[in-house]
């Protein structure tokens, strides 16, 4: 377990170990590539970051991760595999499910959603990138992102 506090001051546990905590995420995060680079998309207001967001009902985790990746970068996922689970202390605390994905295409015609689309990035850039989320700042992301490395070999994109 990794447990830090984030750029808003709340508590976060993160743990890469299945089923560490006593109930199921209700949120998805995805990190997902083609060709070693990163796919990301541009909130209006918070800046680049992972695609991500809340599961709806009667969806599973790794549907919901693959409906937002689409609708907010109009990206097509497969092998969509379980990084991680962190759960964040807010006024109501809430669980994402942290996935790795494969991009297999890209629809460039496709509605917008909350976001302004797919952007790609390498490594270099991401590392280097000043407008980064909060989200992707923090002490957890940085944790996240040594996994997929030590990870990488293994992972086909």
């Not at 996935?99 to 990035?121: K, Q, R």
């Not at 990138?129 to 992972?155: N, P, Q, Y």
Request: aromatic share 12%; glycine share 6%; charged share 30%.
């Amino acid at each position: 377990m990794f447990s830090y506090t984030d750029l808003n001051g709340y508590g976060v546990d993160l743990s890469f170990k299945k089923d560490a905590f006593h109930f199921t995420p209700t949120h998805v995060l995805v990190l997902a590539k083609q060709q070693g680079r990163w796919l990301l998309t541009k909130h209006p207001e918070r800046g680049y970051e992972f695609p991500g967001g809340k599961q709806e009902a009667e969806e599973t985790l790794i549907d919901a991760a693959k409906r937002e990746v689409y609708e907010e970068t109009g990206a097509h996922i497969d092998d969509v595999k379980w990084l991680a689970t962190y759960v964040v202390q807010d006024e109501k605390p809430f669980g994402k499910a942290v996935y790795i994905a494969n991009v297999t295409s890209l629809d460039l015609n496709y509605p917008l959603h909350e976001t302004e689309g797919a952007v790609w990035m390498t490594d270099d850039e991401l590392l280097h990138c000043e407008t980064l989320s909060f989200h992707m700042r923090d002490a957890g992301m940085k944790k996240i992102l040594e996994k997929v490395s030590e990870l990488e070999d293994k992972w086909r994109y």
